[in-house]
């Protein structure tokens, strides 16, 4: 081991310093300190710097601009690494005030051994009289803290019997260690920091949980119920975002979690949060069927209470494909089967019920259930007009279309312009829906309803990275939920060369448009040309002047949409 060093005279104090006392001492506690620090004095700067605690790392850190003194730091710090018991004591021996010495990350050897875990050598330190215990690193944690965060509760044991009084010490956050302790479902500790007479039982961190909210959302059982033992008041305190422990336990799905909340309190068993979810939504959200017998039982009668975007418990337990929970909420008698939620900022943008929600995802079991049950809304459209039936047939749910089917829904229920089912699982390339729509009798042309002329019924599919829709996008939302052209892409006045029944090229009607995939018609439709077949590009001048519409003359928008109609069929 190399020798105390010995710091340069213009680091001392103005007059002589002696190593067995100081000639000068300065008034301030804190310079005072240093100077000891400076000569070796370590116990002498021990005693001073317990006075002015709160100036300890100030202290410190100027004691570290010496660089003779880091070589101490740097084999302390390495004793603790390496857990060299032997080499941390001669250290200890030769230097007794290295042992609180921070590094350069602020960090104590106490500090650092505590959160490692190192259980013998945060022993050794504390025999030594470490008093960094309950001084606060760079991060802003004690060793208790971070002791406790991690979970060794040996090492908090030990700090608790050597007199740690950071027991309700708090982050910039507002985290206590038995907050943190709770959360984390470390219940040795838990009991420690109780017994240790911890006043932060009910003290809330910024967003305002508390130690047994934190219990509750994770389900750690025995924490509660100490905490419960312990007097916590907390049991019906809400967070920021009004959420209480009940909603919390209910989401993480710990059935007996709940029960005891109940038999603590049952003041908040239907209370709503700021988004208007309460405890009974929140376990029908996440699926877990037993909290929301546990809840009915409890007379909870939140069954049918929605949301601010009247988005009920059925709703979401349907959104999310629960079966189970589905079936069970029906048993119980909810009566929101066909009740259709709303955007809370876009009131007219939405309209879905549980079962179009259920069709839309796919959840085929669900929509079995809602049919069974005898929801009426098979029909029932969103506000952009989409229904179960072509919400299922755009995204290519056959079962869904088939249960749909056979319930009666309209299959040529269109969007307001005009695209039906069977053109919306044309488009994105659902073959197998086709099949379905087509052997149910599903019409190829786009509905007439509005004499809408099947561009309008197409155009707004067009890809983002295709030429037309980069040049003319108006970003007005389509059913999908995309944005549709302005204009009408352009159509072209040449027919096809001879189509290929068994794999069909896209028709004229899409001129340079790109569709997500190619447009398929089943082979049982017949291909009817209407527009004549030019033998030579001269005739379109012959076929447009004697077609020509005299100004002021009403053109005849249903023969346009007729032949825009079969001209697909032709391609």
Request: net charge neutral; hydrophobic share 40%.
């Amino acid at each position: 081991m190399a020798k105390q060093p010995r710091l340069p005279r213009d680091d001392c104090p103005q007059q002589s310093i002696g190593h067995k006392g100081l000639e000068s001492l300065a008034e301030d506690p804190l310079q005072r300190c240093l100077q000891f620090l400076r000569v070796g004095e370590w116990n002498r700067a021990k005693q001073i710097s317990k006075t002015v605690r709160t100036k300890v790392n100030s202290c410190e850190q100027a004691l570290l601009r010496h660089k003779e003194l880091q070589w101490i730091v740097r084999d302390v710090f390495d004793a603790c690494k390496k857990r060299s018991l032997e080499d941390l004591w001669v250290l200890i021996k030769q230097h007794p005030g290295a042992i609180d010495l921070p590094a350069a990350n602020g960090q104590s050897p106490l500090y650092y051994s505590a959160r490692k875990g190192h259980v013998e050598t945060v022993q050794l330190l504390l025999t030594a009289k470490a008093w960094s215990f309950d001084a606060p690193s760079a991060d802003g944690v004690t060793p208790l803290f971070i002791a406790a965060e991690s979970g060794h509760t040996a090492i908090v044991s030990l700090l608790l019997q050597h007199g740690a009084r950071s027991l309700d010490f708090k982050r910039a956050d507002g985290v206590t260690p038995l907050l943190f302790a709770a959360e984390r479902g470390h219940v040795e500790i838990v009991k420690l920091l109780l017994t240790a007479r911890a006043e932060a039982l009910d003290a809330p961190k910024n967003s305002g949980a508390t130690p047994l909210f934190m219990a509750a959302c994770n389900g750690h059982v025995e924490v509660l119920r100490l905490l419960l033992q312990a007097g916590s008041k907390s049991v019906d305190t809400p967070t920021q975002d009004g959420s209480v422990p009940l909603a919390a336990a209910a989401k993480s799905g710990s059935v007996e979690t709940v029960k005891l909340l109940l038999q603590a309190s049952t003041r908040t068993i239907d209370a709503q949060d700021f988004e208007g979810g309460t405890p009974l939504y929140t376990a029908a959200q996440e699926g877990h069927i037993e909290v929301i017998r546990a809840l009915l039982e409890a007379r909870a009668t939140a069954l049918d209470t929605p949301d601010l975007e009247q988005v009920t418990p059925l709703y979401v337990a349907a959104q999310e494909g629960h079966v189970n929970v589905v079936r069970f909420l029906l048993a119980a008698r909810a009566s929101t089967v066909d009740m259709p939620r709303k955007f809370k900022d876009h009131p007219d943008h939405d309209g879905a019920t549980p079962l179009l929600i259920a069709a839309d995802r796919g959840h085929t079991d669900v929509v079995r259930i809602l049919l069974g049950h005898g929801a009426k809304s098979i029909d029932a459209p969103k506000a952009c007009g989409c229904t179960p039936l072509f919400m299922a047939a755009q995204n290519g749910h056959a079962e869904v279309a088939e249960l749909l089917l056979d319930s009666r829904a309209n299959i040529e229920a269109a969007l307001p312009n005009g695209r039906t089912p069977l053109i919306a699982a044309q488009l994105y390339g659902n073959t197998k829906v086709c099949d379905i729509l087509t052997r149910r009798g599903a019409s190829m042309s786009p509905s007439s309803t509005g004499n809408i002329s099947l561009a309008a019924a197409t155009r707004d599919v067009v890809p983002a990275h295709s030429e037309a829709s980069s040049s003319s996008s108006s970003g007005v939302p389509d059913a999908a939920g995309g944005s549709s052209v302005a204009t009408a892409p352009t159509i072209s006045t040449v027919a096809p060369a001879s189509p290929q029944p068994s794999l069909p090229s896209p028709p004229p009607i899409f001129g340079q448009m790109t569709a997500p995939v190619p447009l398929l018609l089943p082979p049982s439709v017949p291909a009817v040309p209407l527009l004549p077949t030019l033998s030579h590009p001269s005739a379109l001048t012959s076929t447009a002047s004697s077609t020509a519409v005299a100004p002021g003359a009403a053109s005849d928008d249903e023969g346009q949409a007729s032949a825009s109609s079969n001209h697909l069929n032709h391609g």
